[in-house]
């Protein structure tokens, strides 16, 4: 089998394709045949030598892989040859609060998913939706989970509250659709005209564009009638409009913070957050627990995630080198 190894810090040109022999899955593992990958910019950051958590040099790089169970060790009751399924990308994390005792990563401190054959834990594998493709089940583990927790780990979005997301990244996108799902009023932002139709396309009830006003929490204020949102989604780490865009009692989830540290962003004051009466959270993905309660409504809803482009394996760097251009809508998934 075929697996990508990370050099720490040596970028999308350190990636090395090594062979391996088939590898057996012990007791209490399974044995999988990944089938997609979701590439984000959590990749690149991992590659690049910029990642806040501990990368091991060498490992098998990639977070986010699903593929087919093919075998299982002894003592496996969960799962089975011929299951669907999708690595947790904190395989230690089962339930309740992160702490650092779950650190360890796919593809940054553990081998990851970027491999044709992977062994994991049977608790660190769960079922996908039936009606998703693998191409669609892998924009999952890292970028919908991730979104599912900031809009339902913290204060619960419930039916009928509003939801602001930023930016057509990965997250917001997965924000936009799990939040409609929820049954949710959503307002996105966008620079991009084009991108603001496909917001609408998604079901975002109003796009503001933050191009054209750096104070656009006012508009935000303004679509609200004064009052703001209940949840801030907020992956770019603009938090100072991000807070001022909170009702009272709101929450904004901050979940990155790169695109605001270039757009050289206000920073937070602590007078703002009193004003606001908002809380601010930060989170890591989500625990397995909360993956198969988002996987649960995935189904009921019959959401499909947005694919912009898929590549095969064996194009993996270009994968990676179209996805740094910044050009897409929606996940970049690489196909076995
Ligand atoms: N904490 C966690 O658990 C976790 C999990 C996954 C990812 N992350 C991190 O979260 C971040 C999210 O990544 P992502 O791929 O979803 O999206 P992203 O790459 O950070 O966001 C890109 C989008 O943000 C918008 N944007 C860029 N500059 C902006 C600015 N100055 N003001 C407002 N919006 C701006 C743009 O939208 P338009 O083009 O529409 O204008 C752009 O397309 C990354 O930093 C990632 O590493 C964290």
Redesign the pocket.
Known sequence: MKSYHLTAGGGIEGLQVRNHPDPTPGPGQVLVSIRANGL???EL?VLDGQYPLPITDGVVAGCEGVGEVVAVGTGVRRTKVGDRVAATVFPHWLDGPFTLLYADQLGSSLDGMFTELAVLDELAVVAIPEHLSYDEAAALP??AL?AWNALTGGRGLQAGESVLT???????LAAVQLAKLAGAEVIA????PA?ADRLKALGADAVID??QNPSWSDEVRAVTKGRGVDHVID??G?IDQSVRSAAIGGEVTL??????QQ?K?EPLAAATIFQTGAAVR????GNRAQFLEMNRAIAVGNLHPVIDRTFNFSELPEALTYYRQ?KFFGRVIVSH
């Open positions: 984000s910019l959590r950051k890292l970028i991730t930023l930016g057509t990244g990965a997250v917001s932002t966008s620079s991009s991108k933050y191009s992956p770019v603009i979940i990155g913070a790169s695109q605001g757009a962003a930060t989170i890591a993905v910044g």
